[in-house]
DNA sequence: GGCCTGCCTTGATAAATGTCAAGACTTCAA
DNA sequence: TTGAAGTCTTGACATTTATCAAGGCAGGCC
């Protein structure tokens, strides 16, 4: 049977989607019948890939670039988070055949890889390995959105960006400096303030050797942002190494 | 073998929990095994059940009563939700076996069946039925918080406070009045504000014919409360019809 | 170069929200 | 009954956060 997904879906790229959590324990045959009716396809910046309250057709999976998901409510917009590769988004939406939650475009050109829903559901139904491992990432995504829900309501603005720092210092080699991945404006939306209110917030920091040019910033102590964070391991979640 | 569970399990309990979507399609034998190394426990009003940070033992079930579960930060406390019969709760920590990210208190005296945190996994491993019904469990769950961190992030005070009620008018029957199920300084902070706001959040809706006397709301137009919250069905998810 | 445009910062001001204090009221138990 | 404790409301005020406006600065484009 021919595919009728994407030719130019490498087997490096397919060596990457197999290696994530939820595919890896699933069966290999199912596995490549599900990356053959993908597609992968390629998307310039600051285009849109999904509308909030469309139905679910894909899973989608980031393989290269930067993806932002948002949210709207009238002229409002609030960036809910922002994904690098590889990560996948919209799990719970699919496996419900339920409307998006939440919009999603892309930030930088991007490829992303999309599943047909329907096959992610009957790959749920047939395999049940990879239904375990849908337990799990879907575990993982619920923990998160609950400590992001506990940083909203029990930080003030300046503790969430001291937050947000401390984790980007730890994750990029805790050596004094860091680079701040996304631009200040969505920073700010992510963090739940608007950017005016980020700048004052770094401004605040400074005091406690917290120094910025453009995207970099220079960090003192990583302790004191932590204390001035209240750094709790219940909301924070920091990573033990830098990312590789 | 003989059950090492509370005997107080009556079959009508049995049933209940049986009745729930994520027990539904389990294995019978499967669940009466699960259900005889549960404890059915009675509790106080106002007791601890979990301290967020601790690993997670049991799963908890509310058969009877009202259960709240919040979190903490240094001296500060926010009540992330309100959980009332029949509903699990910490079921994300029980599957990855990890620590609890919220506390649970008993709200009033209330009956909890505790089933061990290891026979339920056990039981995911087992049965492949199980395994997917807390797959929908797990992405209904993600889903609600993604909905009320949007609320959190999109709307204001006052905007929250009239979604709310809205909510509970419908729930309630939509016939121009409502009571309020929790207490109001647990309300406020479900809401994200202090209860001296919320008093004032009232009164602001007082001019939208919102009469508050003690607990009982009485509203006079339910679609200017939908108006003033900005209603989305992307955040709200009101029920169609009353509950029973 | 010159001129956009967008990003970021800063200041002034407004609005939203939180804090403190006081008092009315209820509940509960002595 | 009385007192104590807790809840809720309200007012005065402080703090936090948002909004509006202006200007600096960098990058892209003619």
Redesign the pocket.
């Given at each position: 049977m021919p595919s009728i997904g994407d030719p130019d879906l490498r087997d490096e790229d397919k060596q990457i989607v197999r290696s994530l959590n939820l595919f890896r324990d699933m069966d290999a045959e199912r596995f490549d019948d599900l990356l053959n009716a993908a597609f992968l396809q390629r998307f310039p910046e600051r285009v849109i890939l999904i509308n909030e309250g469309e139905p679910s057709d894909f899973l989608h999976i980031v393989i290269d670039g930067c993806v932002e998901l948002f949210a709207t409510l009238d002229g409002?917009e609030s960036t809910m988070t922002v994904l690098t590769p590889v990560s996948t988004f919209i799990l719970a939406a699919v496996l419900k055949d339920a409307v998006y939650l939440m919009s999603a475009r892309t930030r930088t050109a991007s490829r992303i890889l999309m599943i047909p829903a329907k096959n992610v559901r009957q790959a749920m139904a047939d395999d049940d390995a990879f239904a375990r491992s849908i337990v799990t990432e879907l575990a993982n995504c619920y923990r998160g959105v609950v400590r992001n829900q506990k940083n909203l309501k029990l930080?003030?603005?300046?503790?969430?960006l001291a937050s947000y720092l401390a984790h980007q210092h730890i994750r990029q080699g805790a050596n004094g400096k860091l680079t701040?991945p996304?631009?200040?404006?969505?920073?700010?939306s992510m963090l739940?303030?608007?950017?005016?209110?980020?700048?004052?917030?770094?401004?605040t920091l400074r005091r406690a050797g917290v120094t910025?040019?453009?995207?970099e910033v220079a960090v003192e102590s990583q302790d004191e942002l932590k204390e001035i964070a209240r750094h709790a391991p219940l909301i924070d979640n920091f990573p033990d190494k830098p990312a590789e």
């Open positions: 409002r930080r003030t603005s300046v503790e969430r701040l996304i631009d200040k404006k969505t920073l700010a739940g303030m608007t950017p005016e209110n980020l700048s004052r917030s770094f401004s910025v040019t453009g995207p």
